[in-house]
């Protein structure tokens, strides 16, 4: 049973570009986590979905950055015109349901490195 | 606000020795709480979960306390090891889906 799965694992973007990170939760699991760790910082919670539906983007920057989970296919955080702060790892979490009960499990990350 | 504190950020010992690992927490109305190892460039592995009614958890020469009333966790490591040399990361669960982090106690364990 594979664990959560992101890629790519390291990411280059000159500044203006987008970049688009992806996650695949573990094997029936229904919800996922976005936490970002910049450099010398604890890990920050960004969005929280189950699929087709955004459920808390209370830690999202309000601009240029976006989440999706979809029916079908992995969950993606993209975000457009990136710049040098954007530039951290990014980590995905999943659960199997939505209790205060229920272990996210980690993905290894996304390192995006913005030049 | 909920925030969560680990002290030392960063400390070594000599192999053998044993290692405490302090976290804090400013709001007690907690659901749950975890540890977490974090090596270089990789991601997290859990290694403890400590629901609110409980007071520890065990898992070999790992032990984890909790006390919601002072809002500290403690985490033990027995009879250290190099390869126990990583970050470790204490994070809360307020029950609202999300965890709240420290910024990690970075551990160096003197071969």
């Known amino acids: 049973n594979a664990g959560v799965m992101q890629n790519p694992r390291h990411l280059v973007r000159r500044r203006g570009q987008e970049a688009r990170l992806r996650c695949s939760p573990m094997k029936g699991h229904s919800h996922v986590y976005w936490y970002r760790q910049l450099p010398e910082e604890g890990l920050k919670f960004m969005v929280y979905?189950?699929?087709?539906?955004?459920?808390?983007e209370s830690g999202m920057p309000k601009e240029r950055f976006s989440a999706e989970f979809p029916k079908e296919g992995p969950s993606i955080l993209r975000i457009q015109q990136v710049v040098r702060g954007d530039s951290a790892a990014y980590f995905c979490?999943?659960?199997?349901?939505?209790?205060?009960?229920?272990?996210?499990?980690f993905g290894p990350g996304t390192r995006l490195l913005v030049l | 606000k909920q925030e969560v504190t680990q002290i030392p950020a960063a400390l070594s010992v000599p192999e053998g020795e044993n290692l405490v690992l302090n976290c804090s927490f400013t709001d007690s109305a907690i659901y749950n709480l975890q540890w977490f190892r974090q090596d270089p460039g990789k991601g997290l592995t859990s290694l403890l979960l400590?629901?609110?009614?409980?007071r520890e958890q065990t898992s070999g020469r790992l032990n984890a306390s909790l006390d919601k009333s002072s809002g500290r966790s403690t985490l033990y490591i027995a009879a250290s090891q190099p390869g126990d040399s990583a970050t470790y990361l204490c994070a809360v669960n307020y029950g609202n889906n999300r965890l709240a982090f420290g910024k990690g106690n970075q551990v160096v364990v003197i071969p």
């Open positions: 400590i629901q609110s009614s409980q």
């Open positions: 979905l189950q699929k087709e539906n955004i459920i808390d």
């Open positions: 979490a999943s659960s199997q349901g939505q209790g205060s009960q229920e272990t996210q499990y």
